[in-house]
């Protein structure tokens, strides 16, 4: 008798293990149509991020060695080609024209920036960093990352400048 009873408790335990809480898929065929809402999720674009411009100061001519620059009215197409050049091999690993990159987008400089401080900066860009407000406020907003003294001539830098009126 005892052994039937430590039987009993065995196929007990086993039927509770096993049932009452799985759920049974539906039966299709009973040849009802059976209809489902579906609840979507639709979801936003991405708003596009506008770049706030920072400090706008076109009387700050920076420090280094250009003191004054009148530009002409006229862009010097020759000047700006040899200044896309210079660009193109010295500034575009970190620079893009039209989108920020690991440095600024040079587009519209001329807006924020005056033809002093542009040059200063491409000039001298070390004590730049250190010194000018401006400068200092760009190496936080890119992440600490300094611009790169290219050892640029005074030419070569207008070059770039003339170049930049251009974008």
Same mark, same amino acid.
């Given at each position: 008798?005892?052994?039937? &009873?430590?039987? /009993?408790?065995? /196929?007990?335990?086993?039927?509770?293990?096993c049932?009452?809480?799985e759920?049974?898929?539906p039966?299709?065929?009973?040849?009802k +149509?059976?209809t489902?809402? =579906?609840?979507? +999720?639709?979801?936003?674009?991405?708003?596009?991020?506008?770049?706030?411009?920072?400090?706008?100061d076109?009387? &700050?001519?920076?420090?280094?060695?250009?003191k004054? /620059?009148?530009l002409?009215t006229?862009i010097?197409?020759?000047? *700006?080609?040899?200044? #896309?050049? =210079?660009?193109? &091999?010295?500034?575009?690993?970190?620079?893009? *024209?039209? #989108?920020?990159?690991?440095?600024p987008?040079?587009?519209?400089?001329?807006?924020?920036?005056?033809?002093?401080?542009?040059?200063?900066?491409?000039? &001298?860009?070390?004590?730049?960093l250190?010194?000018?407000?401006?400068?200092?406020?760009? /190496?936080?907003?890119?992440?600490?990352?300094?611009?790169?003294n290219?050892h640029?001539?005074?030419?070569?830098?207008?070059?770039?400048?003339?170049?930049?009126?251009?974008?």
């Open positions: 008798m005892k052994l039937q &009873n430590v039987f /009993l408790v065995l /196929l007990v335990a086993l039927f509770m293990s049932g009452g809480k759920k049974k898929a039966s299709y065929s009973s040849g +149509t059976v489902k809402a =579906v609840e979507k +999720t639709v979801e936003k674009a991405p708003e596009k991020k506008v770049e706030k411009p920072g400090i706008i076109l009387k &700050n001519k920076g420090i280094g060695p250009v004054s /620059l009148e002409a006229t010097d197409k020759a000047m *700006a080609e040899k200044g #896309k050049s =210079v660009f193109k &091999n010295k500034c575009s690993s970190c620079h893009k *024209a039209s #989108k920020k990159f690991i440095g987008s040079p587009a519209g400089i001329l807006e924020r920036r005056s033809p002093e401080w542009i040059m200063n900066m491409i000039l &001298n860009p070390e004590e730049m250190k010194k000018d407000p401006i400068a200092k406020e760009l /190496l936080v907003k890119f992440k600490g990352v300094p611009m790169a290219q640029l001539t005074k030419e070569d830098a207008r070059q770039v400048l003339e170049y930049f009126r251009t974008i």
